[in-house]
């Protein structure tokens, strides 16, 4: 079975960095795209970025610049590198993964970030 586990969310001052890391289990098949989304209190959940399998990254508006996608496919985890974090980052992070044969992975637990000061 599927499994996509999220950690490396906190609590971080306006400013401050955090690195988050996705790890895909349960698949014997190959990753395609990657993504990071978030969702905030009382807001729906938006796309912060993806990557494909080669490294390709692209990102919504709101983080480019402060925010990098990064992958290790023998791993088969996909990080989040969070700079110059804002109050508006708030949210609980999820990852998802294309999974080959299969299509999106089901929706992890999330790990929340709250920068706040």
């Known amino acids: 079975q599927v499994r996509l586990v999220e950690s490396g969310g906190g609590y971080v001052q306006p400013g401050g960095s955090l690195r988050l890391s996705c790890v895909v289990s349960g698949s014997s098949f190959s990753i395609n795209d990657m993504a990071w989304y978030r969702q905030a209190p009382g807001k729906q959940r938006e796309l912060v970025a993806g990557?494909?399998?080669?490294?390709?990254?692209n990102y919504a508006d709101s983080v480019k610049g402060r925010f990098t996608i990064s992958r290790d496919n023998a791993k088969n985890t996909v990080y989040l590198q969070m700079n110059s974090l804002k109050r508006e980052d708030t949210a609980v992070y999820y990852c998802?993964?294309?999974?080959?044969?299969?299509?999106?992975?089901?929706w992890g637990q999330g790990t929340q970030v709250i920068v706040s000061s």
């Open positions: 998802n993964a294309q999974i080959a044969g299969i299509g999106w992975g089901p």
């Open positions: 990557i494909t399998r080669g490294g390709s990254a």
